[in-house]
């Protein structure tokens, strides 16, 4: 095991926060993943499962052990005319993955190209992205019960997986590290581009009858032409999610916002994009010390120097407060908050 104690956490989260932690232990396999459980139970510590940190807050301290693991193979399960069926180690980097399916004629992820992060983290948030989910990819999830150390396998259903949200940001919540995820992809070329950026990028560039790997190509050139890199500008992609908010309360909105985009998710309820929120409360681009609104999305909160976790969770308070005052709707905090 490769363990390192008491060390600043900034090269650890792309919102580049300064902050220790007791231990990092970097494992390659169970044998060491065990070790590194045994270490932290001998100290009473909790385990923090990490991947790249970009869907993280370091708050403050974290008095704990993080666990991030280095495996990264790609094992071929199964193979028919129409899929094929992958296990994918946790340790895997995620837009590696969607280049290499690509590479070898397995189709499906290709919408989900660019999004930061290891394959682990993947099923945490169900990622989605233009009009796709992971959730739809994916039929069932290795882990290891943090408590017990013993393996275990979550059937699809078993995952909960729903908009940005599934049973391991619920009930299974720090009791388990995933270490694989089996996915089912397609041999035959489907690409989805309903997806009114994604479609209107695509007619801009004459394209019509969009190949998988022109998919690809367009979602890396959107993304990277809109979202700021976490290199240049640390950030953990989108803040806020989405709210989902009740039919009925959406049509109060309108009487008064009439311009205000709506998706309905079935007859009952509908959502809202946050950024859409925020922008009208007069965030987007405003700024206080090291942290801001990113001037060119309103979503993403920037450190744009040495800001702390409680700073920037105390800015994002005030963002949640007027959008809660203005439109009486919650915004609820997207990446998770350790220490
Ligand atoms: P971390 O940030 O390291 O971890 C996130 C959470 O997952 C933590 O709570 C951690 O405990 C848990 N976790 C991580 N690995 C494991 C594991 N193996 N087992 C158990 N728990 C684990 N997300 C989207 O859905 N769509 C997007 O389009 C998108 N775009 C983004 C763009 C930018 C510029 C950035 C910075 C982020 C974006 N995100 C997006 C968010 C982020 O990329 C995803 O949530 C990603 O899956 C996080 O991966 P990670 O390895 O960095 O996880
Ligand atoms: P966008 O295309 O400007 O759209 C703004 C918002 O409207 C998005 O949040 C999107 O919801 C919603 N939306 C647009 N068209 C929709 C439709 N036809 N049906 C349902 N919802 C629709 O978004 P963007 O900010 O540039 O991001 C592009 C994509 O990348 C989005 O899917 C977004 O979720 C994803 N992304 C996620 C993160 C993250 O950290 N989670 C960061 C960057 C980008 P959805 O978000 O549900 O798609």
């Not at 397995?106 to 099923?123: D, M, Q």
Request: net charge negative.
């Amino acid at each position: 095991v490769h363990l390192q104690t008491d060390l600043s956490l900034k090269p650890f989260n792309t919102l580049s926060i300064d902050a220790t932690a007791t231990g990092l232990a970097q494992v390659a396999d169970y044998s060491e993943l065990l070790q590194a459980l045994e270490w932290a139970q001998q100290r009473g510590l909790p385990v923090l499962p990490l991947g790249e940190g970009s869907n993280l807050v370091v708050a403050g301290d974290i008095d704990g052990l993080l666990l991030k693991q280095g495996s990264d193979k790609v094992e071929l399960l199964d193979a028919s005319d129409d899929t094929v069926l992958l296990k994918v180690d946790a340790g895997k980097d995620w837009h590696q993955l969607v280049q290499w399916t690509l590479a070898q004629g397995y189709f499906g992820l290709e919408n989900l190209a660019l999004i930061p992060g290891a394959v682990g983290a993947a099923p945490i948030q169900n990622i989605g992205a233009y009009g796709v989910e992971v959730e739809s990819f994916i039929s069932r999830v290795h882990g290891v019960d943090l408590a017990t150390g013993k393996t275990l396998a979550l059937a699809h259903a078993d995952c909960q997986f729903g908009y940005r949200d599934s049973v391991f940001k619920g009930a299974l919540r720090d009791k388990v590290i995933i270490t694989s995820v089996e996915m089912q992809l397609s041999r035959h070329s489907h690409p989805r581009c309903h997806y009114p950026a994604l479609n209107a990028w695509l007619e801009d560039h004459g394209i019509t009858d969009a190949s998988a790997q022109q998919v690809f190509e367009a979602v890396v050139a959107i993304r990277s032409s809109k979202l700021p890199d976490p290199a240049v500008e640390p950030n953990a992609g989108s803040f806020f999610k989405n709210p989902v908010i009740p039919s009925a309360q959406v049509q109060a909105l309108l009487a008064q916002h009439p311009e205000m985009p709506v998706y309905p998710l079935s007859h009952t309820q509908a959502k809202v994009p946050a950024a859409w929120l925020i922008d009208r409360c007069g965030w987007k681009g405003q700024r206080d010390g090291d942290v801001g609104v990113h001037p060119q999305h309103a979503l993403v909160l920037v450190n744009y120097g040495n800001c702390s976790g409680s700073e920037l969770l105390a800015f994002a308070r005030r963002i949640t407060n007027s959008v809660s005052e203005g439109f009486g709707v919650a915004l609820e905090i997207e990446p998770r908050i350790y220490g």
